[in-house]
């Protein structure tokens, strides 16, 4: 059965992290390109980064460049999202969505999809 599973979301307060994972079962994650996505109540769900399945291009919304980090391990079938310096307007359901080999635009062009996480920043 294919499954995408992500953890490590939670309540953190402004200028604080929290990392992200995203774990595959059912399929070689090797194979695919992860992005991550948000939605926040009331807002559109928007692409936050993406990773081929090479591992050697990402990519990252220009409100997170510099705070956020995608990274993945093979070995383990897991990606990972390191976001630091965590601000009110991060806040938002993180998804995580996997299609083969390339990170496309538009999400409804990925394959498979986690339920997603809650990620809070608040003091």
């Known amino acids: 059965q294919v499954q995408l599973v992500e953890s490590g979301g939670g309540l953190v307060q402004p200028g604080g992290s929290l990392r992200l994972s995203c774990a595959a079962s059912?399929?070689?994650?090797?194979?695919?390109?992860i992005h991550w996505f948000r939605q926040a109540p009331g807002k559109e769900r928007e692409g936050v980064s993406c990773m081929r399945s090479s591992g050697v291009t990402t990519t990252y919304i220009d409100s997170v460049k510099g705070r956020f980090t995608i990274s993945r391990d093979n070995a383990k079938n897991t990606v990972y999202l390191l976001m630091n310096s965590l601000k009110p307007e991060d806040t938002a359901v993180y998804y995580c969505?996997?299609?083969?080999?390339?990170?496309?635009?538009?999400?409804?062009?990925?394959?498979?999809w986690g339920q997603g996480t809650q990620v809070t920043v608040s003091s």
């Open positions: 969505a996997a299609v083969l080999y390339f990170c496309r635009s538009g999400w409804d062009r990925y394959d498979y």
């Open positions: 059912g399929f070689t994650l090797g194979d695919y390109a």
